[in-house]
């Protein structure tokens, strides 16, 4: 996980210099940027965090249209007793959980050797009094493993990864705030030390979503600093990066909380909303705070999880989200697939290409370099209902890869990861996919 | 259980009389019930017995103001949920989920002008959608179409107007289902919701119906879910002599779920039942064929998370279910009169649209199941003669004591409503038979 920036603490500059050398000697697992990017030191202060130097604005790219290559499939690693569900790579290990009731119920971590073209099942750990395992994450050292539990009691589980192929329990933490579930889990760092940010499930008519802020510097002894009812009706996911948290509120849009970023005195322990956005179906799932290789950070990659049925049907798109003032942020692209809705993301920033798992629409790569909310007319489409005009990334020519649809077998794509010029993609069906990323 | 049945019946008695007497009827039924289901949810055989649809029932008319209540214990009796294969709401699955304590409480005024006969009626109860409550038809299971065909338990206000053989209802209510027995319904979202049904009397003892319903976010209490539009069609036909019934009912439900206008699921049922009574003894049939979504089940195989964590479901499954029931004559003791029955239903399923991941043989080991059940009715009172219209939407009767309605020496204790023409009528015809046919 990158670490955060906060420049009237020299401790936390420390903690920024350091975070940054550890992930670029060891990518980072999970939801997490692939590569810290350049460090930019001019460009946009927004008042509202000037903590946050969001960089110069992109240039605008002219790209000639193209059919989008297939990302080859280099090889397959079958779960068929259960349904697999995250994915999270770290050097030449995968983790993988498991979700739902199939044969089996849905409470198996599998981890792979992921060092030749097939991936290899090396070990699994069953975790107890969960039937969905949602999320995985590898913290940004390396030592940490950590997993989401649903229905009912959630929790997040966290293991020692000091033997990579064999996750070893550390703790467990649970209490009133994660019933019925811990829907994902993401860590990070604020000022040095590691935070989980749990999204809860609603449950019944007594208690709406909420969003967990848990201080895990103590992996055996974590500790809830926050909790807020949240989300409409769902809070599902996040997304840390440089003191900012970004949080999918579903119809409420996405919202962007200081938690130490700003320099303004939040913590994890007090964040400080900033700002959001509703965007168009609502429906937001997931994000990704983009960082440029340029040192442009001013979009946000927003998931829409539509309604859909597993292994069959999906959709959802992908919103692009200008967050050059992020008390507010504004959407000013999409990009759609006709049939299918998107789900997670991992983006691999050197090059500028975010990969989308898109259910029983495979992977999608696309070219994210430069501006993305600007465009021709022609490439351009009005919302009817609201009249917001936006770039469509696919008359963009920016559809650069798509990978697995041309397999004769049902897919349905929940999580992608970037690493090291491979493709990783976790399948609820199959189990996991390496493929070749993007040219 | 009977004897605190008997001493409620007593109870309300005393009460009925320190008031009007002829202004209130009181109906208290309860089943004993053990099913065998063969294999369910956890791929073997479960027996269980419980005390179910255990309520009790008061109608009540003052002049042009009329009073009707229904208690229903059913949380205390199948907290669990009654072994129901191919059942499914409210978050169970396979099992009917016990329904709200207060299942009606409404309110209302019925007058006549000029021949047209006209009744509005507010509080909790069902909207006009549908069939009749299967409470109150020939069979102790529930169809599986329980949740596409009829829409109850709401905050209610229901307008109905009656000419000659035309009946009009128009109503609007609350999208959201109950959460549990005890759960209050969100009052705040009363009016985001409606239906609106039209019933023809062609015939002597046989109507023809047709509804719609626009229900918004039924099973996210907050709202923000799928929205449903519900379509309906009847045709049903009850003639009763004091010696004899003949009852059979046609029914087409379907239920599309939307997702912000667009439709994410289509669920069709298709059924068809009949009953008739000879010497006492009623036999019945019914063959349905009716589509279920599926959900991710939680810990418990019979349970899936209310509300679901987000708009997906697993596949749609379409199920076949032919019920076969038989009881004999009802006896009488004291106020109370008992009637057993069996039931064996032969149940099959086979993927819908779309199949999703759902699979059948990993949920049960097979596609065809068996259901036997073995109970006895157990009544003191007067039911009501139908559970789903109110006032003007009461088709007149030319012989009341038919199916549910009781024809025992308590309802002549406990006589009809007054100046209600449409309970009137049957209510008198009811008290000329003494039917030996009522369940």
Known sequence: MQLVVNRRFAAGALAVAFGLTACGLTACGGDSPSSPGKTDTTGLAPASCPGVNLGPKPATLSLAQSTPATLQVLGGGAETARYTAEIAVRGQIAYTTTWGTRSAIGNKINVWDVSGNTPTLLDSVIVSGASTLGDVAVSDDGSLLVVATEFSGGSIVIFDLADPKHPRLLSRFTNSDTDPGVHTAEIGRVNGKLYGFLSIDPLGNLSHARLVIVDLSTPTAPRAVFTKVTGNPFVHDTFIRDGLLFVALWDDGMEIWDVGGCGSGASPAAPRVLGGVKTLNGHVHNIWWYHDPNGSKRFAFVGEEGSGTIGSTSRGDIHVVDISDPAAPKEVAFYRVTGAGTHNFSVDEANGVLYAAYYNGGVRAIDVRGDLGTCPASQQVIDGSTNLARCDLRLMGRELGIGLTELNRTIYIWGVQYLNGAVYASDMVNGIWKLTAAK | ?439
């Open chain 2, 1 to 439: 259980m009977r004897i605190c049945l008997l001493v409620t019946v007593a109870t309300l008695a005393v009460a009925r009389d320190s008031a009007r007497a002829q202004d209130v009827s009181i109906m208290a039924q309860a089943i004993p019930l053990v099913t065998r289901a063969d294999p369910t949810a956890t791929r073997r055989a479960l027996t269980e017995g419980y005390v179910t649809q255990p309520i009790v029932m008061t109608h009540a008319s003052r002049g042009w103001l009329r009073g009707i209540s229904t208690l229903n214990f059913e949380g205390l009796t199948i907290d669990r949920g009654e072994l129901s294969t191919g059942g499914y709401g409210e978050g169970y699955v396979d099992r009917r989920h016990p329904h709200a304590y207060v299942h009606e409480l409404l309110a209302g005024a019925e007058s006549s002008v000029g021949g047209v006969r006209a009744s509005l009626f507010a509080g909790r109860g069902f909207a006009p959608f549908g069939s009749d409550d299967p409470m109150a038809r020939p069979f102790e299971k529930y169809p599986v179409n329980h949740h596409l065909a009829q829409v109850l338990e709401r905050v209610v206000a229901v307008g109905a107007i009656r000419y000659g053989p035309v009946i009009g209802e128009l109503g609007t209510f609350n999208g959201d289902e109950p959460i549990g027995p005890g759960s209050s319904p969100a009052f705040d979202r009363f009016g985001d919701s409606w239906s609106s049904r039209l019933t023809l009397l062609p015939l002597s003892d046989a109507e023809v119906s047709a509804s719609y319903a626009s229900v918004t976010s039924p099973e996210v209490h907050v709202g923000h879910g799928l929205d449903q539009r519900k379509a309906s069609v009847v045709a049903r036909f009850s003639r009763a002599t004091a010696t004899t019934w003949h009852y059979a009912l046609l029914e087409w439900a379907r239920t599309d779920e939307r997702d912000k206008g667009s439709l994410a699921t289509r669920l069709t049922s298709l059924l068809g039942e009949g009953a008739v009574c000879a010497r006492g003894v009623v036999a019945g049939g019914r063959i349905e064929r009716t589509d279920r979504p599926e959900e991710e089940p939680s810990l418990d195989p019979f349970r899936t998370p209310r509300p679901a964590s987000d708009l997906a479901n697993l596949g749609v499954s379409r199920w076949t279910t032919i019920t076969a029931s038989i009881s004999a004559p009802r006896v009488q003791q004291g106020i109370v009169s008992g009637r057993p029955f069996i039931e064996v239903a032969r149940i099959s399923t086979a993927p819908g649209t779309p199949p999703g991941i759902f699979d059948a043989v990993l949920r049960y080991g097979t596609r065809r199941m068996w259901m036997y059940s073995a109970g006895i009715r157990l009544r003191a009172g007067s039911m009501h003669d139908r559970m789903g219209r109110y006032g003007a939407a009461l088709p007149p009767m030319t012989m009341g004591d038919v199916g549910t309605h009781s024809g025992n020496r308590e309802s002549e204790r406990m006589p009809p409503m007054a100046d209600m023409p449409s309970t009137r009528e049957s209510q008198m015809a009811h008290h000329a038979s003494a039917s030996r046919c009522s369940l």
